[in-house]
């Protein structure tokens, strides 16, 4: 079964909204969670690592005002896109690390953001 | 350059040969090498995991050669459900966790 929940898996708004994606650890807790993104046809780029209690970790050339992280928990953390436009409709996938050396990351299955 | 480039393909396969692709990484530091298979519109599913000394599941082969810092996977008689986007995963990182990925090679395996 699943060992990473992310929700919700689909979400289709208006430009100018902010959305909010929740990715949760089941029966484990993460003090550590990635957030990728992947265009079409492009494969997964790390955005952000969220930590549980402190800042989260931007890669370089993403916004940390335009996707805030919040880690509050061992077993959740939650990317909002804030004031979203069309380009930022992508396919937004977490993870967290598996603690075990062969499967370095379970992953969600991801959530499909279209901006109108 | 890419940290992790691979040929994008696609490879369009017969049902039941074999196809074979590398993905080449330019950290010398990296500590560990996967291959995650991606159906479109899904998260990525390990494959597995690739050992210095190659290893094998089944139909499929992996290889490392850190001298020249590539990685294969090989596929063996090929089934239609091995269609798919087979993505080269790093791990590098202090922490060990950050994982680097490649862009994929597409697989069509047809009848």
């Known amino acids: 079964g699943a060992v990473v929940s992310q929700h919700p898996s689909w979400v289709i708004c208006k430009s100018g909204t902010s959305v909010k994606i929740e990715c949760r650890s089941l029966?484990?807790?993460?003090?550590?969670m990635f957030w990728y993104r992947q265009f079409p046809k492009q494969s997964l780029m790390l955005m952000a690592t969220?930590?549980?209690?402190?800042?989260?970790?931007?890669e370089q050339g993403v916004e940390k005002d335009k996707f805030l992280i919040n880690h509050a928990s061992l077993t959740l953390s939650t990317l909002t896109v804030t004031s979203a436009h069309p380009e930022d409709s992508s396919f937004y996938i977490c993870?967290?690390?598996?603690?075990?050396?062969?499967?370095?990351?379970?992953f969600g299955d991801g959530t499909r953001l279209s901006i109108l | 350059r890419k940290e992790v480039e691979q040929d994008p393909g696609p490879f369009n396969v017969p049902e039941g040969a074999t196809v074979a692709f590398n993905c080449t990484y330019s950290?010398?530091?990296?500590?560990?090498f996967f291959w995650y298979r991606q159906d479109c519109r899904k998260e990525p599913k390990l494959l597995m995991s690739v050992y210095s000394s190659g290893n094998e599941d089944g139909r499929f082969t992996a290889q490392l050669n850190r001298a020249s810092q590539y990685i294969s996977l090989l596929i063996r008689d090929s089934k239609l459900s091995d269609s798919a986007t087979y993505l080269c995963?790093?791990?590098?990182?202090?922490?060990?966790?950050?994982?680097?990925f490649g862009g994929g090679t597409r697989v069509l395996v047809k009848p």
């Open positions: 029966d484990f807790q993460a003090t550590t």
């Open positions: 950290n010398s530091a990296s500590q560990s």
């Open positions: 995963v790093v791990r590098t990182g202090a922490a060990g966790n950050k994982l680097t």
């Open positions: 993870s967290a690390p598996s603690g075990v050396g062969n499967q370095p990351q379970h």
């Open positions: 969220s930590n549980e209690g402190s800042k989260a970790t931007y």
